[in-house]
């Protein structure tokens, strides 16, 4: 039943079809000794609509802890006792000099990424703005942002400083939110997402796995994305991390991740399923598998409070699977 589950609505999606929550939903429910083959099939509709390209990604924590939410898996919220870095925002110049690591490592975008609740009436958004301008005269990366909630003029203002692409995750579905943030709405999330949008940006949101949702719960978010019409969708993976709220969540089975990465591509053929943080600890040396199971895209190097593997390691992986990583030399 299993297979002829998968090949079936895999053939659905490769004829440019889209399948719906109730077909997503089932296969949740096959054999753990079918998720190769999903993952197969998934990787087929990668293939098919997005070719061998791995869109690179590497961020910088630009602005660490202090922050007044409450997300239980964050080290960076003042709710933690999270033994991390806290700093105001970087100055200019670090901010240029993180992004030119990035070029140097190989990444084609660079992310300025703010812990807080964003940027309203903040003093830090024109100093972000104008390291934007300089990243874009100085560097050949695709800066990109992460500053949490925004209104309409500051879309406008990242659009003309050079931003393309504005990162803003849902986290989880709307559903299980409030076991995860109650400080802030998920549709507060959503309507970020919608100004982003409006503003003439692409968009990159996703969420997090491993927090104690159900398989349901992973569908309603992706649904809920494929919906928004979102360009980019960050599939990371709790990283359980002491003094947070989540410290002691248990972590899932391998093929249950590679499964989840597989249901995205199946559910959004086209857009970009970028393999984000925790996927170190989580899968250790099974992590390379994932660009297997339908991913294009990856946050290479570092994350925000913890480490990657490294920048050269991540696209060596992606090289030795077949597949493209493009760099800021592709878009020169």
Known sequence: MGFELITDLGAKVLAGESIGFAEALALTEIDRADVPLLMAVANKVRAEFCGDAVDTCEIVNARSGNCPEDCKYCAQSVHSRAAIATYPLLDEEALLAAAKTAEADGARRFSIVTAGAGMLGSDDFPRVLAAIERIRRETGVIPCCSLGVLDEEHFAALKAAGVTRYHHNLETAESY??????????????????????????????????????????????????????????????????????????????????QTLALFRLIMPTKAIRYAGGREQALGDLAPLGLMAGVNAMLIGNYLTTAGRGAAHDIAAARGLGLRPLSARDDA
């Not at 549709?187 to 997090?208: M, N, W």
């Not at 309603?220 to 709220?245: H, K, W, Y």
């Open 177 to 258: 939110y409030p076991e995860i943030c109650t400080t802030h709405s998920w549709q507060g999330r959503v309507d970020t997402v919608k100004r982003a949008k409006a503003a003439g940006l692409e968009v990159c949101s996703g969420g997090i796995i491993a927090m104690g949702e159900s398989w349901q719960q992973r569908v309603e978010l992706a649904f809920t994305l494929r919906e928004l019409d979102v360009d980019s969708v960050p599939v990371n993976i709790l990283t359980p991390i002491a003094g947070t709220a989540l410290a002691d969540q248990p972590p899932l089975a391998p093929l249950e991740i590679f």
